[in-house]
């Protein structure tokens, strides 16, 4: 297996096809390459985990921020980790000693939004093949979310289409939040393209006066995505198998974020609380 960098939530999506209820637990052993407090993780390049993953070098959430203390690039260490249904974080991360480390420094990731910065604009195609930037939904405040239509696992990208749905109607129902819109951004541009997102969206009734379906150039759509830490790998051997982590973004009307909800336990009433709290447009 190749060496990548991924967000743990990787290793929980790849799982999720037989995934069981309970939250397991595993112990394993490496050395810190890197010690990131300001985003709560660890990078180790870890031994075998017996029984989940092979040997390979990723990025570990602590659940506690303290277990950061004193820890530095070069550290042995043995930790716990913990996988629930829709999270990993270690538990303990315990020194056993240190050694000087010949790898390059991990690179650091990509730049994801926080809360009050504005989003990147990119130019995207609607579900009816209308080139639409995203900045051309300035003036409403937004639920952004991103899925690809052949997402074969149920409480993944058809999920996020039911929280939407749901959604969707209490905007419909409330005044207040007339000018709330979806969009729900193809994480799978190259086979999502307009028609088929059309015919996806009626499938779930989409109002297209609410919610909005986006794809684009793959390229494009990539960069766009990544601002808000969405992390996508195509199984080359099998189109339909893409791995991929869950991220629903909350946009005010003048385009910055407010928030980003990770994985699938949000839920659609979250969600309104999130966006009537944003302030609405000046009119
Ligand atoms: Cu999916």
């Known amino acids: 297996m190749r060496l990548t960098w991924v967000p743990l939530l990787f290793a929980v999506a790849l799982t999720g096809c037989s995934r069981t209820p309970d939250a397991r637990t595993y112990e394993l052993q490496g050395q810190i390459l890197a010690v990131r407090p300001e985003r709560n993780e660890v990078v180790i ?28 690039r070069g550290d042995l260490v043995t930790a716990t980790l913990v996988v629930g249904e829709t999270q990993a974080y270690l538990t303990t991360l315990t020194r056993t000693g240190h050694q000087a480390v010949a790898d390059p420094p991990p690179p650091p990731p990509p730049d994801i939004l926080s809360a009050g910065q504005p989003v990147k604009d990119a130019p995207l195609v609607d579900q009816d093949d209308r080139p639409r930037a995203f900045s051309s939904f300035k003036g409403h ?14 409480n993944f990208c058809p999920l996020m289409d039911k929280h939407f ?35 996806y969206a009626k499938r779930r009734e989409a109002d297209p006066a609410i919610w909005t379906f986006l794809t684009g150039e793959p390229a494009v759509v990539n960069t766009f995505a990544t601002q808000f830490g969405l992390y996508v790998e195509h199984n080359p051997q099998n189109p339909i198998d893409i791995t991929h982590n869950l991220r629903t973004a909350v946009i005010d009307p003048e385009g910055r974020l407010v928030t980003i909800h990770n994985g699938n ?4 009433a979250e969600l309104v609380a999130d966006l009537s709290a944003a302030p609405a447009p000046a009119n």
């Open 165 to 199: 749905a749901a959604v969707q109607k209490t905007i419909a129902a409330t005044p207040s939040l007339a000018d709330v819109r979806l969009v729900t951004v193809t994480l799978d541009p190259a086979f999502d393209r307009p028609a088929i997102l059309k015919a």
């Open 265 to 268: 336990s949000w839920t659609p």
């Open 45 to 72: 390049k870890h031994e075998d985990i017996k029984g989940f993953m092979p040997g390979m070098t990723m990025p570990f959430t602590v659940k506690d921020p303290a277990l950061l203390n004193g820890r530095e």
């Open 141 to 154: 405040r937004l639920a952004v979310t991103f899925i690809y239509t052949r997402c074969p696992i149920p």
